[in-house]
Structure formats: C-alpha cells, structure tokens
C-alpha cells in the first residue's frame, strides 16, 4: 500500500491486514456521501439534439451531464476558444431502457430494478454476491451495447450532424459519456467512462454512440459508481459528439499549485499534439506564476510520440519535434490571461458542498491560438484527506521539523 501524506511523506507498505483499519469508514474524518439523484431536475423528457450554443451550466443533471452543459457555459463566455458540438439527452437513453428486456417479461429497467434488488439480498462481500453481481453487470452492459435506438432516431440524428458539422465524412467528432452522476457529492472518478476519438462517417458515429451508452457499465465504472450510489438503477447517459480539433499541442491546467494549494500558480501538464496529458503521457510538467509569468519546470516532455487527428478517421502517431519545451511563451501569456478572466467572466466553480474550488480545464493550441475542451471542478477526495493513517505520518513528520541535515555528509 502507498500512502502519501498531506505534506508530501511517503510511505510503501505490505498489506498483510494491519492496515485494514485505514480503509475502515468508521475511521474516516470525513465521512462524505453516496452518490444522490436529483430527480427533481431530472428531465427524461428532452429527446432533442441540443448545441453546445444552446446548452448553459444549469442544464447539468437535467437534460445532459456536466460535460455538455459547462462545455455549453464555456462556449457561451468564450466562443472562439470552444468548438461546436452536439448533445445526446438523458431522455434517449432512458428510450432504450424502457425497450423489451430479452427473456423476461418487462423492460430493460425493471429487469434492472428488479436484479438490484436480488443481488443486495445475497451476503454483502460473500463470493456468490460478487459473482451475481458481474453476471448482472455483464448481461447488462451487452444489452445497451447491442440495443437498437430506432430508424426514429437515426434520421433525426443524421440530418441534425449534417446540420450541425457539414456533410457526412468531411467531419470528424470526439463521442464522449456525459453521466448524470458525475460531479456529485460522493464521485470524484472522472474519466472513467468511454471517449472515442476523432470518428468520420455517420455509421460510424452511431456505432460509437451505442459503446458510449453502454461504457459506464463496463466492469471498473459499474465497480468504482455503483456501489456509491443510493439508486443504481438511476444512471442516464448522455452523449457528447465535439467537432474533432487536430491541436499541435494540448494538455490539462488547474487554477493553483496541486502541491501547495497556492493560489497564484497554475498547474500545468502538456503534450505535443492531440489528447495530450490526458492518457497516461509524460508529460511537461510546469507551475506558472500567474503574478510574475515566471515558470517553474518540474518533469519534461519524455513522450517520443504525439496524435494528429487524421482525416479519415481516428489518430495517427508521428514523433514527437526537437523542442526543448512544449508551450511557448506567448502559450503561457494565453493560459494567464485565461485564468485571471475566469472568475469574472465565467460562473464560479464549485464543489459538491457550493464551496468555490479551482478549476481544472482540458485545453489545447491550434495555430498558437487557445482552444478549451473541457472545464470541471478540480475534486480530491474527502475520504482520503481526512485518513487517520495520513495525519498519523504529518504528525511525526512535525516532530522533526527543527532537524538540521548536513549537505555534505552521507545520510
């Protein structure tokens, strides 16, 4: 077990059961909260393709998920900074569950009912509950795969892409899952559902759609969500389609050290090319001084590959150029400038409990000129934050705090 303290200790642990305690819940600070629908503004009703221009924050956990309605706030504060895209409802999805479920003698939503109901019957933790348990999660993860949304459906979409991107095959989209559960109190597993790349061709898109729907049930999400959620049966994706940028360079920021929790530096981490940082790339890892401009190296770009979007139809790998860094120094101004406007120019970022929090943005740069992909509150875990065994490990790091360390001699 790794256990790394608030202070930056760090501790490599055999896990023979002594530690068991830490992971107790009864010894957590905080005990946080399961995962709540808000049926109240839970909308199953909207069955239209919605813009990016057409959706705002408020819309999260309405008709879309957090995705899509802030993506829609972020285009409508900075429109030449975020590209179009088009949104799948909640109300689509709930289509396909109230379809017939195969070899029962309902829908696919009471089968669902009906099956979590069964399985928290059997011994919490026992072998037989486990294995029930995938059984259902396969079977039903299978079913929204293969699910059929209706020929309805297909010319809508079709002629609303048309619309929207331009004709079929001169476009490419990033399809993404858009949960109605993400960004609530008790999740902080973003990234755990399915984005497929840069997808040419209408067909093609339908087809990615169908994996998009059924990729929160795949076994690590259904593990990590389900088991947080008061009512699990509740979990409506939607579906973000965002026009395919073929940025030269892209990573993540946050507004403050990660380190430190400083509010004046931002938290770099970029790539070359297309999806950069965001898919277990080294990274240029960099703390930028919102105050003075001045940058702080502290890991470089050792990925020897970048993604360029391919006309086609997905990514293609080309090395990486000869820079000795990735974002030059009128990148930088941008990402500044940015995070100084934001709080001004667009709505406060939040967490769950309505405390403002720093914001962590999916950006890239086309032509030296910012794009933004995606914004969120930057979430930790409040579980682990408030760890016994954590403050145990500060709390003996405090007592040596006046030691002094001879430079030159061996330690």
Not at 153 to 177: C, M, N, Q, W, Y
Not at 340 to 362: H, W
Request: no cysteine.
């Amino acid at each position: 077990m790794l256990a790394v303290s608030p202070a930056g200790s760090v501790q490599l642990n055999v896990d023979d059961g002594s530690l068991d305690a830490a992971f107790d819940a009864s010894n957590k600070r905080d005990q946080g909260t399961l995962i709540t629908v808000n049926f109240e503004k839970l909308d199953l009703d909207q069955h239209q393709f919605l813009t990016l221009s057409e959706l705002r924050a408020s819309d999260s956990g309405k008709v879309v998920g957090p995705k899509a309605a802030k993506l829609g706030e972020l285009k409508h504060h900075y429109p030449k900074a975020v590209a179009e895209g088009l949104a799948i409802p909640f109300g689509i999805f709930k289509d396909i569950l109230d379809q017939p479920m195969a070899n029962t003698n309902g829908t696919v939503f009471e089968w669902m009912g009906s099956e979590y109901l069964r399985l928290a019957k059997l011994p919490h933790g026992s072998t037989k509950r486990r294995v029930a348990t995938e059984i259902f999660r396969a079977r039903l993860q299978d079913t929204i795969a293969k699910a059929d949304p209706g020929e309805e459906f297909h010319d809508r979409l079709r002629a609303k892409l048309i619309e929207v991107f331009g004709p079929d095959g001169t476009f490419g989209v990033f399809v993404r899952s858009d949960t109605n559960v993400e960004d609530l109190p008790g999740f902080t597993g973003a990234g755990l559902n399915l984005t497929v790349a840069n997808v040419v061709g209408i067909e093609n898109i339908f087809a990615a759609i169908s994996r998009v729907w059924a990729s929160p049930f795949s076994a690590r999400s259904f593990a990590w969500r389900q088991t947080l959620m008061d009512k699990p049966e509740h979990v409506y994706p939607a579906v973000l389609l965002m026009l395919s940028v073929d940025a030269d360079k892209s990573g993540v920021l946050v507004t403050q050290d990660i380190d430190s929790g400083e509010t004046n530096w931002l938290s770099v981490a970029v790539n070359e090319g297309v999806g950069g940082a965001v898919d277990g790339q080294s990274a240029e890892s960099i703390r930028i001084d919102t105050v003075t401009g001045n940058v702080r190296l502290m890991a470089e770009a050792t990925a020897s590959i970048r993604r360029k979007v391919d006309l086609s139809g997905g990514v293609q790998k080309l090395p990486v150029s000869s820079a000795d860094r990735v974002l030059a120094a009128g990148e930088i101004r941008q990402l500044i400038a940015l995070a100084k406007q934001l709080p001004t120019r667009f709505p406060p970022v939040i967490d769950a409990s309505g405390k403002p929090t720093p914001a962590d943005i999916e950006f890239g740069f086309l032509g030296g000129e910012l794009k933004l992909f995606q914004i969120r509150p930057f979430l930790g875990s409040e579980h682990t934050r408030g760890s016994d065994l954590l403050h145990r490990i500060d709390a003996s790091l405090a007592q040596r705090s006046a030691d002094t360390v001879a430079l030159d001699e061996i330690p």
